[in-house]
Each structure stands twice: as structure tokens, then as C-alpha cells.
């Protein structure tokens, strides 16, 4: 199996910084793309940012130039740095992981989610 750990959520007044983490251990051969996403209440998830195992990287429009993700593939970390926060930046982040397992199995993966409560 395959696990993912996200830390670093909190509340923070907007303009302020904070620093999402989210540490994949298991059954890991590989991990291919990697991923931050969101869901605010009463709407549907969306993708905050992706990085692959280059490390390209694509973000939401919403959070262009204010967000950067990162990874750390010898320590199978992903990092979500999120600056000039905003209050409609409130929701639940996840992060997710294109895992290939030891099994040779080819699957996505999620985290459980840190809550990220941006005042006004």
C-alpha cells in the first residue's frame, strides 16, 4: 500500500504565507506526476497545481504567481508554498500522487486533506 501525509494547513490572515507538505512512503517504485488540489465547500475539487517527475510544473489561473510547487523525489515529498493568500483560497487541500507500486501496479493516490481557512 501507499500512503500519503499532508502537513502544514492552518489559518492565516490574508496577505500571509504558509507551507503545505506531503510525504508518500509504501510500496513505492516510482512516483510519476504529483499534484495539490482543492475543494472549497459546495464545490467540486479542483487542481491547485501538478509537478512530474522533472519537475514541470502547471498551476490553476487562480494562483499563478502567488503559489510555487516543489518536490523532493529522494525524500517523496511534495510542497505546496502558498504566498499573498487570499480569503476564496479557504478550502480543503489534497495531495495526490501517480504512483507505480512494487507490485508493478499503476495507480492514483490521495491524501487525507489539511484544512486552509484564509481571514479577511
Known amino acids: 500500500q501507499v500512503q500519503l501525509v499532508e502537513s502544514g494547513g492552518g489559518l492565516v490572515q490574508a496577505g500571509g504565507s504558509l507551507r503545505l507538505s506531503c510525504a508518500t512512503s509504501g510500496s513505492i517504485f516510482r512516483i510519476n506526476d504529483m499534484g495539490w488540489y482543492r475543494q472549497a465547500p459546495g464545490k467540486q475539487r479542483e487542481l491547485v497545481a501538478g509537478i512530474t517527475s522533472g519537475g514541470m510544473t502547471n498551476y490553476a489561473d487562480s494562483v499563478k504567481g502567488r503559489f510555487t510547487i516543489s518536490r523532493d523525489n529522494a525524500k517523496n515529498t511534495v510542497y505546496l508554498q502558498m504566498n499573498s493568500l487570499k480569503p476564496e483560497d479557504t478550502a480543503v487541500y489534497y495531495c495526490?500522487?501517480?504512483?507505480?507500486?512494487?507490485?508493478?501496479?499503476?495507480?492514483?493516490?490521495w491524501g487525507q486533506g489539511t484544512q486552509v481557512t484564509v481571514s479577511s
Open positions: 495526490a500522487a501517480s504512483v507505480l507500486t512494487t507490485f508493478h501496479i499503476q495507480r492514483d493516490y
